[in-house]
């Protein structure tokens, strides 16, 4: 099994900034990518950043030229980097991990949420 643990949400003003980290733990075998999705009440859990194993990265539009996704491989620790954040970026941010535990199949792990809220 992989363990997830999320930090760095909060309140921010309309402008500012979070960084978001993600610390994977447990009998890791492989991690195939990190990334974070975010969900609003009412709406369906959405893509903002993806990082791959060769270190290729996906945003949603919504956040590109925005937010900035990184990883330690050390440390198996995914972070995300908002800037510029807007309103409409508030939300419950979720922490994936695509990996595979020693003696499991490959799988998605998920972390137990961290609220971002963007209001002045």
């Known amino acids: 099994q992989v363990q997830l643990v999320e930090s760095g949400g909060g309140l921010v003003q309309p402008g500012g900034s979070l960084r978001l980290s993600c610390v994977a733990s447990?009998?890791?075998?492989?991690?195939?990518?990190m990334g974070w999705y975010r969900q609003v009440p009412g709406k369906e859990r959405e893509l903002v950043a993806t990082?791959?194993?060769?270190?290729?990265?996906t945003y949603s539009d919504s956040v590109q030229g925005r937010f900035s996704i990184s990883r330690d491989n050390v440390k198996n620790t995914v972070f995300l980097q908002m800037n510029s954040l807007k309103p409409e970026d508030t939300a419950a941010y979720y922490c994936n991990v695509d990996a595979r535990s020693v003696g499991a199949a490959r799988r998605q792990y998920w972390g137990q949420g961290t609220q971002v809220t963007v209001s002045s």
């Open positions: 447990g009998r890791i075998f492989s991690i195939y990518s």
């Open positions: 990082i791959f194993i060769d270190d290729t990265m």
